[in-house]
Nanobody, 121 residues
């Protein structure tokens, strides 16, 4: 059983910072891409940032220059450093990972439970 456990959400004032963490645990053979998504109330889930095993990174235009994604492959953990937060960044943030549980299994897509980020003006 694989789990993605997120932490680090909360309430912050505009201009502040938060750091999200997401650790994958359980029966894991290899982790491929990892990413952060967010879903604001009444809106569709959108990708915020993604990072490959080799460190290639992409960001949504709305967060470029403010957010930084990183990963620790030894810990199967992905991070999202969020600076200069804006009220429009308020959402539930979800961790996503593509991984396989054994050498011969397929790559499967996993989601964390979500962590709330609220930015007050």
């Amino acid at each position: 059983q694989v789990q993605l456990v997120e932490s680090g959400g909360g309430l912050v004032q505009a201009g502040g910072s938060l750091r999200l963490s997401c650790a994958a645990s359980g029966s894991i053979f290899s982790v491929n891409n990892m990413a952060w998504y967010r879903q604001a109330q009444g809106k569709q889930r959108e990708v915020v940032a993604g990072i490959t095993t080799g460190g290639n990174i992409d960001y949504a235009n709305s967060v470029k220059g403010r957010f930084t994604i990183s990963r620790d492959n030894a810990k199967n953990t992905v991070y999202l450093q969020m600076n200069s937060l804006k009220p429009e960044d308020s959402a539930v943030y979800y961790c996503n990972a593509v991984l396989k549980g054994s050498r011969w299994s397929s790559w499967d897509n996993y989601w964390g439970q979500g962590t709330q980020v609220t930015v007050s003006s």
